[in-house]
């Protein structure tokens, strides 16, 4: 292994799958990107061929790594390898372990990819030294992760936890779950999209009625920037949700570090300062026992290939 512990991490996203190599330090020292092509073996094949390229940018062969780890959207079930659910590309019971390993000829680890970003983030990024973590990830959808006693939390059947899919609004907004009133459902980028346009309908003087204007974390936050009044109150309404989901997980599992990672997290103070002044109303005992720090996440696009990489250390 050219006497260094180089590692190979797998990061299959919804649009691109990205391979990495990496290093020791969780540095990612060359990666290879391809489409996600919504055909199953297709996306395999594709993968497979990327691992190839990614390891020969490092010099070596896919047979030198003694693992290849793989962050794939979909809670997967330990003991078959499968990806249960994948709502980005519709696959149902996929058996993505099994078709990795065939093509690369080495074990594969697979988990969920919001684990995997949490798994970056405790070795290299935002929770790095604390032994109870918890991620929520602000995307299309929002992925969610825990670290307890410095191990990623399997749940009892391996299959970890799903925070988004926590009931927050009853009767509220349709989630992608098929249930309604979730925290997805109004935190997600789509989500703060569903309360802009609700909220749009009373202040038609918004820059954001444009018709051309696209409702998404960013051009929502650079409005309010810009002094726009409705963006401002949907932040506000946005944030509250937000604050009530983490408060009561906060109150649940008690973790000291929470990091938020995805799209909406790159809004920075804005995002954050509303947070840090609306959680602890949601923290129970807060006044006698506070809370923890709340972060952004660290690593940024890297954070699914270096978890993927050291779920040998999950
Ligand atoms: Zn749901």
Redesign the pocket.
């Known amino acids: 292994m050219n006497g260094k512990q180089l590692r190979l991490g797998i990061d299959l996203g919804g649009t691109s799958a990205k391979v990495g190599v990496v290093d020791e330090h969780a540095k990612v020292l060359h990666a290879v990107s391809v489409p996600t092509s919504e055909d199953f073996d297709k996306a395999a094949d594709d993968m497979a061929i990327a691992a190839r390229q990614a390891a020969r940018l490092a010099g070596m062969e896919i047979t030198d790594f003694p693992f290849a780890g793989a962050g794939v959207p979909s809670m997967i079930n330990p003991a078959t390898g499968r990806m249960v659910f994948a709502n980005n590309t519709g696959w149902h019971d996929a058996p993505m372990r099994e078709a990795l390993e065939k093509r690369l000829g080495i074990p594969v680890k697979l988990a969920n990819d919001a684990d995997c970003a949490l798994l970056a983030e405790a070795k290299a990024g935002a929770a790095q030294g604390f032994a109870h973590a918890l991620m929520l990830t602000l995307g299309t959808g929002v992925g969610s992760a825990m670290i307890i006693n410095g191990h990623l939390f399997p749940g009892g059947d391996g299959m970890g936890m799903e925070a988004?899919?926590l009931p927050l609004v009853a009767g509220g907004y349709p989630?992608?779950?098929g249930?309604s009133g979730?925290l997805?459902?109004y935190v997600s980028a789509t989500g703060l999209a569903a309360i802009a346009r609700e909220m749009l309908a009373e202040h038609p003087h918004s820059a954001l009625n444009a018709s051309n204007m696209k409702l998404t974390g960013r051009t929502i936050f650079g409005a309010a920037e810009q002094g726009d009044r409705a963006a401002t109150l949907i932040i506000d309404r946005y944030c509250e949700y937000l604050a009530q989901g983490i408060g009561g997980l906060i109150t649940v599992f008690r973790p000291q570090v929470l990091v938020i990672g995805g799209g909406i997290s790159h809004a920075g103070p804005p995002l954050f300062d509303r947070l840090n002044a609306r959680v602890p109303k949601y923290i129970f005992a807060y006044e006698q026992i506070g809370g923890p720090d709340m972060r952004p996440a660290a690593l940024g696009n890297d954070a699914g290939i270096v978890g993927a990489a050291f779920l040998d250390q999950a």
């Open positions: 988004g899919h989630c992608t779950c249930a979730c997805e459902a």
